[in-house]
């Protein structure tokens, strides 16, 4: 099995992505994540552009990155100094970081518009720097900037860009696409051609995601002999992002049968992408390739019976083998097979009883009403256990009230009084909020909270209201949708009514008796484990 070499900069083109910005210690976080799951390369950005990346460069310096190296990122020199004399490029070689990457112009666009000098001047900018760098004893990677573009307009030119960088001593020479505008087969074509001009060169792949292409890409250049692939964790970069290591990384390993991270590691795959996600304070994408919430959820009744029969009927790998997880989605759509699988992620065996077809039709009647199970497996969950006669309600409702009142200065005040029954005694409650449903739930915590203590765990982190037949005006019947969580699982809970603080109510209820459930359970596991 052949190496390719990862090469990530999450924390240099990465961050070109716009709203992303990392602090220091965020940034160095991120770092030590790649180099625990076997990053080859980290690009860190150029140590002397601000001081954040200043500190950031003294930062990794004192810590301990195992194998993972370092790459400092910068420019060739500029036109009429010498290498010796350009203080950028002096920086980069005096920085710690063992390896360089310069980039450098290709493109007759770039190099008579951006840096204003001719080919002639433009290779020997090239050579030069590459040579200064490799003789002050670093590893030099030379990224071709706009390869493709110049390959396009004048391929004899852009193939000797590299010859001069290649004899320069540079240790890998990058193709980059830039633009993120090329298609597979011509970024094929191109590395056949430089492979062929260049034998002894190491080719390493960059490209962007422009045309939806950065992926297909680096997998095409690697089957023409590129051995190095850089690229983003998510694909996050400018514009439409960079190519996304997360889906080229699984792509190569188990698909093409290249080693890239150690085998052990790439089980580590779905953890690594949320946590950059997470840590850059932006939401996980649940349809992302391999590692998404829904890369493995099923919705069809065919397709969820196909997979009992056999996982390989509509999955293309084991989830397991990067880190994710099997996801049942329950809808109208929804067959036997659906249910009996979701039962099964409960611990309850339907495989054999009568009760499934009940849980089907009534299951299609409440989505029929409005219901949406599929963003709501709490309630889903309860449904069954309805169904089969085992739910056990948290308490029995007697009344609940909400008064919202505005006075003529502007202010408003929400007050929810709620009576229920706990325990066979009579509780009261009253509380207050920014709205009705923050004063309900206030108030069946108060109510509670003393009595279920698992409560006091679990938050609201969502609320979605949606109209449902926007015809009928305030008469509509409206759909709650409450995100709930207790810091380690989120999950969904649903309500469906004319009344949008019933419909408020009845998700609130089932988040949270989803919640002390599932709270519970993971008491008494942890009890029996010891």
Same mark, same amino acid.
């Given at each position: 099995?052949?190496?390719?070499?990862?090469?990530?900069?999450?924390?240099?083109?990465?961050?070109?992505?716009?709203?992303?910005?990392?602090?220091?210690?965020?940034?160095?976080?991120?770092?030590?994540?790649?180099?625990?799951?076997?990053?080859?390369?980290?690009?860190?950005?150029?140590?002397?552009?601000?001081?954040?990346?200043?500190?950031?460069?003294?930062?990794?310096?004192?810590?301990?990155?195992?194998?993972?190296?370092?790459?400092?990122?910068?420019?060739?020199?500029?036109?009429?100094?010498?290498?010796?004399?350009?203080?950028?490029?002096?920086?980069?070689?005096?920085?710690?970081?063992?390896?360089?990457?310069?980039?450098?112009?290709?493109?007759?666009?770039?190099?008579?518009?951006?840096?204003?000098?001719?080919?002639?001047?433009?290779?020997?900018?090239?050579?030069?720097?590459?040579?200064?760098?490799?003789?002050?004893?670093?590893?030099?990677?030379?990224?071709?900037?706009?390869?493709?573009?110049?390959?396009?307009?004048?391929?004899?030119?852009?193939?000797?860009?590299?010859?001069?960088?290649?004899?320069?001593?540079?240790?890998?020479?990058?193709?980059?696409?830039?633009?993120?505008?090329?298609?597979?087969?011509?970024?094929?074509?191109?590395?056949?051609?430089?492979?062929?001009?260049?034998?002894?060169?190491?080719?390493?792949?960059?490209?962007?995601?422009?045309?939806?292409?950065?992926?297909?890409?680096?997998?095409?250049?690697?089957?023409?002999?590129?051995?190095?692939?850089?690229?983003?964790?998510?694909?996050?970069?400018?514009?439409?992002?960079?190519?996304?290591?997360?889906?080229?990384?699984?792509?190569?390993?188990?698909?093409?049968?290249?080693?890239?991270?150690?085998?052990?590691?790439?089980?580590?795959?779905?953890?690594?992408?949320?946590?950059?996600?997470?840590?850059?304070?932006?939401?996980?994408?649940?349809?992302?390739?391999?590692?998404?919430?829904?890369?493995?959820?099923?919705?069809?009744?065919?397709?969820?019976?196909?997979?009992?029969?056999?996982?390989?009927?509509?999955?293309?790998?084991?989830?397991?083998?990067?880190?994710?997880?099997?996801?049942?989605?329950?809808?109208?759509?929804?067959?036997?097979?659906?249910?009996?699988?979701?039962?099964?992620?409960?611990?309850?065996?339907?495989?054999?009883?009568?009760?499934?077809?009940?849980?089907?039709?009534?299951?299609?009647?409440?989505?029929?009403?409005?219901?949406?199970?599929?963003?709501?497996?709490?309630?889903?969950?309860?449904?069954?256990?309805?169904?089969?006669?085992?739910?056990?309600?948290?308490?029995?409702?007697?009344?609940?009230?909400?008064?919202?009142?505005?006075?003529?200065?502007?202010?408003?005040?929400?007050?929810?009084?709620?009576?229920?029954?706990?325990?066979?005694?009579?509780?009261? &409650?009253? #509380?207050?909020?920014?709205?009705? $449903?923050? +004063?309900?739930?206030? %108030? !069946?915590?108060?109510? @509670? =909270?003393?009595?279920?203590?698992?409560?006091?765990?679990?938050?609201?982190?969502?609320?979605?209201?949606?109209?449902?037949?926007?015809?009928?005006?305030?008469?509509?019947?409206?759909?709650?949708?409450?995100?709930?969580?207790?810091?380690?699982?989120?999950?969904? &809970?649903? #309500?469906?009514?004319?009344?949008? $603080?019933? +419909?408020?109510?009845? %998700? !609130?209820?089932?988040? @949270? =008796?989803?919640?002390?459930?599932?709270?519970?359970?993971?008491?008494?596991?942890?009890?029996?484990?010891?």
């Amino acid at each position: 099995m052949e190496p390719i070499f990862l090469y990530d900069t999450t924390l240099r083109d990465g961050l070109q992505r716009e709203g992303m910005s990392l602090s220091v210690d965020e940034q160095v976080a991120i770092a030590r994540r790649l180099a625990d799951f076997g990053m080859h390369y980290i690009e860190a950005g150029f140590p002397m552009s601000n001081p954040k990346h200043a500190e950031m460069f003294h930062a990794l310096e004192i810590i301990d990155l195992g194998e993972t190296k370092i790459a400092a990122f910068g420019m060739t020199r500029r036109k009429g100094v010498t290498a010796a004399e350009d203080p950028a490029l002096v920086g980069l070689a005096e920085c710690y970081a063992p390896v360089i990457t310069i980039v450098g112009k290709t493109w007759d666009l770039h190099i008579e518009k951006v840096i204003k000098v001719d080919r002639h001047e433009n290779l020997k900018m090239i050579g030069e720097s590459v040579a200064f760098l490799v003789a002050e004893g670093k590893e030099v990677i030379y990224d071709a900037e706009h390869f493709f573009d110049a390959f396009a307009a004048h391929s004899d030119y852009a193939v000797e860009c590299l010859r001069v960088a290649a004899e320069a001593g540079a240790h890998w020479i990058t193709l980059c696409d830039t633009n993120g505008a090329t298609l597979p087969q011509d970024v094929a074509h191109a590395v056949r051609t430089v492979r062929a001009a260049l034998p002894s060169a190491r080719i390493g792949i960059h490209t962007h995601n422009d045309a939806e292409c950065g992926v297909a890409n680096s997998l095409a250049a690697v089957v023409e002999g590129a051995r190095m692939v850089q690229g983003t964790v998510n694909g996050y970069g400018e514009r439409c992002g960079n190519a996304n290591l997360v889906s080229i990384i699984p792509s190569l390993s188990l698909k093409m049968g290249f080693t890239t991270i150690p085998e052990d590691r790439l089980t580590e795959l779905t953890s690594l992408s949320h946590f950059v996600a997470e840590t850059a304070n932006l939401q996980p994408d649940s349809w992302a390739p391999y590692v998404g919430r829904n890369a493995f959820a099923h919705k069809g009744g065919m397709h969820v019976a196909g997979m009992l029969a056999d996982e390989r009927t509509f999955e293309h790998i084991s989830p397991g083998a990067v880190g994710n997880g099997r996801h049942v989605l329950v809808s109208e759509l929804s067959g036997r097979g659906t249910i009996v699988a979701k039962a099964q992620e409960m611990g309850i065996d339907l495989s054999g009883g009568d009760d499934v077809p009940r849980i089907l039709a009534r299951l299609k009647d409440l989505e029929h009403e409005g219901y949406h199970f599929e963003v709501a497996d709490a309630s889903f969950e309860l449904l069954i256990e309805r169904e089969i006669g085992i739910y056990e309600p948290m308490f029995e409702l007697e009344q609940l009230q909400v008064v919202t009142e505005k006075v003529a200065d502007g202010r408003v005040s929400t007050h929810a009084t709620i009576a229920l029954v706990h325990g066979g005694e009579r509780v009261e &409650a009253v #509380g207050s909020g920014n709205g009705p $449903i923050n +004063a309900l739930d206030t %108030a !069946l915590r108060a109510a @509670l =909270a003393s009595r279920i203590p698992e409560i006091e765990a679990i938050e609201l982190v969502n609320f979605k209201v949606r109209i449902l037949d926007e015809g009928k005006g305030t008469g509509a019947t409206t759909r709650v949708l409450l995100d709930s969580s207790d810091g380690e699982q989120t999950w969904g &809970a649903i #309500g469906v009514s004319q009344n949008v $603080i019933e +419909a408020s109510w009845d %998700a !609130l209820v089932d988040s @949270l =008796a989803y919640g002390v459930r599932r709270r519970a359970r993971q008491a008494a596991n942890t009890k029996s484990a010891s």
